[in-house]
């Protein structure tokens, strides 16, 4: 396998510690797992999403573990300004505030929230499971741009995180980028449900859900290499993503870098077991095998 040489890199402009990142969602939600996740090796953390107004989410069950992968359906349960309180200790960490809204302006208030204290703000526009927001904005692409815009022009790092549920992915990218993105983050979850034969119903409370984990690894390499000829700004895979070969491989398709959320579940220390295998004095400069699949 390829191997890379280890070092503080900066993508979309924030400067982190390395190539792997804690993904939105999984472990984000108190300041105390945020910093345990960077000293477990990770490079930089994106918090849990927060939104304009606290929420519930929604009724259990909310997680399912599958053969290959994780269902959830959570509901993008937050509370909102209040969250401020647990990551302003961090003030000056690679930390990414992941935010929401239900149209530009409420992106912007959030983002407004985490100036001088999130190092970059990260876009929800792509949770497929919370009515009004996330995917409901993602799929359109004038939405799309008008959303970053809204932020983008506040001067924070901004990345958006895209839905693979749209027939047209590369689209979506370039509307980021008009909006004046510094990075697109590639993939959120895969919309799917599973159904009990036992109970005769569906195993999540919402009935629909993201699929994450394993299953949906070639989905997000397919994303990501679509991007790569579409967009000029830096892409960030996620997905999937397990082992320094993944890290390897979503950066020949086109990433930069890349987030990592459901091998934390069982391998609080992923980070350290991926950068073990991934970096080595003698490896090569990363920049060197970005997007190479496509020569």
């Not at 040489?5 to 402009?13: I, L, N, T």
């Not at 929800?124 to 996330?134: I, V």
């Not at 004038?142 to 895209?162: N, Y």
């Not at 980070?271 to 295998?277: G, M, N, V």
Request: hydrophobic letters at 45%; charged letters at 15%; a neutral charge.
């Amino acid at each position: 396998m390829v191997s890379i040489r280890a070092g503080p890199v900066s993508v979309g402009g924030v400067p982190i510690n390395n190539h792997l990142i804690l993904a939105a969602g999984i472990l984000g939600t108190t300041g105390a797992s945020l910093s345990r996740m960077l000293n477990a090796g990770a490079g930089a953390v994106v918090t849990k999403s927060i939104g304009p107004e606290a929420k519930d989410g929604h009724a259990g069950p909310c997680v399912v573990t599958l053969d290959d992968g994780i269902l959830n359906a959570m509901g993008l349960p937050n509370p909102s300004k209040e969250f401020l309180q647990e990551i302003s200790p961090l003030k000056g960490k690679p930390v990414i505030a992941s935010i929401y809204g239900g149209n530009p302006e409420e992106f912007a208030t959030v983002a407004e929230w985490f100036r001088g204290i999130a190092a970059g703000i990260e876009l929800n526009l792509s949770c497929p499971h919370a009515e009004g927001y996330g995917s409901a904005l993602g799929s359109d692409p004038a939405l799309v741009e008008s959303c970053t815009r809204a932020v983008s022009r506040l001067g924070m790092p901004t990345w958006v995180k895209l839905t693979p549920n749209v027939t047209d992915i590369a689209a979506i990218g370039k509307a980021a980028e008009r909006g004046g993105a510094s990075a697109v983050v590639a993939i959120n979850t895969v919309r799917a449900m599973r159904i009990s034969t036992g109970l005769r119903r569906p195993v999540l409370g919402n009935r629909f859900g993201g699929l994450s984990g394993k299953a949906v690894f070639p989905v997000a390499v397919r994303c990501v290499y679509e991007l790569y000829e579409a967009c000029t700004i830096p892409i960030i895979g996620c997905g999937g993503i397990s082992s320094a070969d993944n890290v390897i491989e979503m950066m020949m398709a086109g990433a930069r870098a890349v987030e990592i959320g459901s091998a934390v579940m069982p391998d609080v220390r992923i980070f350290e077991t991926i950068a073990k295998a991934l970096y080595s004095d003698d490896g090569i400069p990363a920049d060197s095998i970005v997007g190479c699949a496509h020569a």
